[in-house]
């Protein structure tokens, strides 16, 4: 079946350090994102990236980074330089003008 | 930044009782994306809506694009317990493909 998976599901990180969320999808898509949610909260774009080796700032990319080096892969790193990174990360991939499919996403909380 | 606002922000119904969120946005919209994300979950696509004052229906679900393409709205008819969740109505700023998220509208259903 075609998907979009995130992986872990649950991470725990501590203060000072970085982690990297995964997000993989095998449905073919050239454009995948990564949001941020918050609590009762809606969807904030942090990155997106449109086609391999290219990927663009959202509205709340300070202290995160991003690579695109396959199709395939979209992984996000939460750095020290975030400081308040407890939420739950979503990760989706579209085809060029159409809805998007979304991972189940990872739930990080800082301990 | 662009962002389109959604009302109401919470909203309690019986089970069989019928159900509006409504999108407004204050620039003409391209197109509309609403998603439902169950309690937990992630985000769901449901439909896009691109011609001004298009309708579209899906079982007890209708969805509607303003004339003037700035609002827009999901209309569930006799709700039941599965339609619990947040519906979020999404839009594309000119020439991306990135989407902003509405605030969203939670629905609660009781039995």
């Known amino acids: 079946d075609g998907g979009i998976t995130q992986s872990p599901k649950y991470l725990f990180r501590k203060e000072g350090q970085n982690v990297t969320l995964s997000c993989e999808q095998n449905?073919?898509?050239?454009?995948m994102y990564w949001y941020r949610q918050d609590p009762g909260q809606g969807l904030r774009l942090i990155y997106y990236?449109?086609?391999?080796?290219?990927?663009q700032k959202g509205d709340i990319a300070e202290g995160y980074s991003v690579s695109r080096e396959k199709k395939e892969s979209f992984p996000l790193t939460v750095t020290s330089a975030q400081k308040n990174p407890t939420a739950f990360y979503l990760c989706?991939?579209?085809?060029?003008?159409?809805?998007?499919?979304f991972g189940s996403g990872t739930r990080l909380t800082v301990v | 930044g662009q962002q389109v606002m959604q009302i109401p922000q919470y909203q309690h119904v019986q089970e069989g009782e019928d159900f509006t969120t409504y999108c407004n946005s204050s620039?003409?919209?391209?197109?509309i994306q609403w998603y439902k994300q169950r309690p937990g979950g992630h985000p769901v696509f449901l439909i896009q809506?691109?011609?001004?004052?298009e309708v579209k229906k899906q079982k007890r679900l209708t969805f509607q694009f303003g004339e003037a393409k700035k609002n827009s709205s999901l209309h569930i008819t006799a709700t039941q317990t599965t339609d619990v969740g947040t519906y979020f109505c999404?839009?594309?700023?000119?020439?991306?493909?990135?989407?902003?998220f509405g605030t969203g509208t939670r629905l609660q259903v009781f039995p």
């Open positions: 989706a991939s579209s085809p060029r003008g159409y809805g998007y499919t």
């Open positions: 449905l073919n898509h050239d454009a």
């Open positions: 990236s449109q086609i391999v080796n290219d990927f």
């Open positions: 620039t003409t919209l391209s197109n």
């Open positions: 809506l691109v011609k001004s004052g």
């Open positions: 999404a839009d594309p700023p000119q020439n991306t493909d990135k989407l902003i």
